[in-house]
């Protein structure tokens, strides 16, 4: 699998692994036949400003998609975060079966900013 180049990344990265539910917004710009789609996708990894997870479609760089997902908190505490992102790049993993996405946050609500960057740093850590 390609990864993309590290010195590029904004912000540092941690391993995530949970499901993660994704709505395209603007269905004519992708390669979806089923307007208003949701393509249920496998996170890869996250950081305070972005994420990037393998979803059996390909989507072009710079669509807006909408995504959430369920973080835990050391307590155990479930907390559904929703963010708006737009598509950095995407790309094709061999044999293609899957593509590699990576997204950026463009509007995150701050509650849950705080939460992702509390789960970066603590997982840093470990």
């Keep these: 699998m390609e990864n993309p180049p590290e010195d590029k990344r904004l912000s540092p990265r941690v391993p995530l692994d949970v499901d993660l ?9 992708v390669r979806i036949k089923v307007h208003d789609a ?13 994420i990037s997870f393998l979803l059996d479609t390909e989507i072009p760089k710079l669509t807006e998609v909408e995504i ?10 479930q907390r559904r975060i929703e963010i708006l992102g737009e598509v950095r790049y995407c790309f094709p993993r061999r044999p293609i079966t ?6 950026v946050f463009i509007k995150i609500d701050p509650d849950d900013k705080v939460a992702i960057i ?5 997982s840093h850590q470990k």
């Design 68 to 77: 959430h997902f369920h973080m835990f908190s050391e307590s155990g505490e």
């Design 38 to 50: 949701v393509k249920v996708g496998h996170s890869v990894d996250i950081s305070d400003n972005g």
């Design 118 to 122: 509390e789960y970066v740093k603590t």
């Design 98 to 103: 899957s593509y590699r996405i990576g997204v």
């Design 21 to 29: 539910y994704m709505k395209v917004n603007k269905p004519p710009e």
